[in-house]
């Protein structure tokens, strides 16, 4: 500011009188003579306090959110794994399907069935895809219901 720059919209730490954190958002510009000399300066002050608590408190908040959706991913993941482990070493055959009768999920049971090796031989086939098509279209009314 001594040698001339404006200084516009700086955020500014300071203490109170009392010790508590504050913070002013300030714009300083020299101010000249009718020769452009500086013989002063033009301050401006605002109190942001108040919207830089806001802001920490958000973004604890939003930190806290993250540590939650965090630790309920690593949950959801054990019980996925724990659930799929178990429909895997099921004799049964289990499977799921989308909205348009497409494999989504076959267990080894229902692989051996299909006659496919792996489970990305399955997904994303309708039972037109694996059965011949009066098989398939007797499977066709439960699969839609």
């Known amino acids: 500011m001594i040698q001339g720059q404006p200084v516009i919209n700086r955020e500014e730490f300071f203490l109170d009188e009392q010790g508590r954190e504050c913070w002013l958002l300030t714009s300083k510009l020299p101010l000249r003579d009718q020769d452009g000399k500086i013989v002063g300066l033009v301050g401006i002050g605002r109190n942001?306090?108040?919207?830089?608590?806001?802001?920490?408190?958000?973004?604890?908040?939003?930190?806290?959110?993250?540590?939650?959706?965090?630790?309920?991913?690593?949950?959801?993941?054990?019980?996925?794994?724990?659930?799929?482990?178990?429909?895997?070493?099921?004799?049964?055959?289990?499977?799921?399907?989308?909205?348009?009768?497409?494999?989504?999920?076959?267990?080894?049971?229902?692989?051996k069935n299909l006659r496919c090796n792996t489970e990305a031989e399955a997904i994303g086939k309708s039972d037109f895809d694996l059965f011949p098509k009066d098989i398939a279209e007797q499977f066709w009314p439960t699969t839609r219901r």
Request: glycine residues 2%; aromatic residues 2%; contains cysteine.
């Open 48 to 111: 942001i306090t108040e919207q830089k608590q806001v802001e920490e408190a958000l973004r604890q908040s939003h930190d806290e959110l993250e540590k939650r959706v965090a630790e309920r991913t690593t949950e959801l993941s054990r019980e996925r794994l724990l659930l799929r482990t178990l429909i895997d070493n099921l004799p049964d055959c289990i499977y799921a399907k989308d909205t348009a009768g497409r494999k989504t999920m076959a267990n080894p049971a229902d692989l």
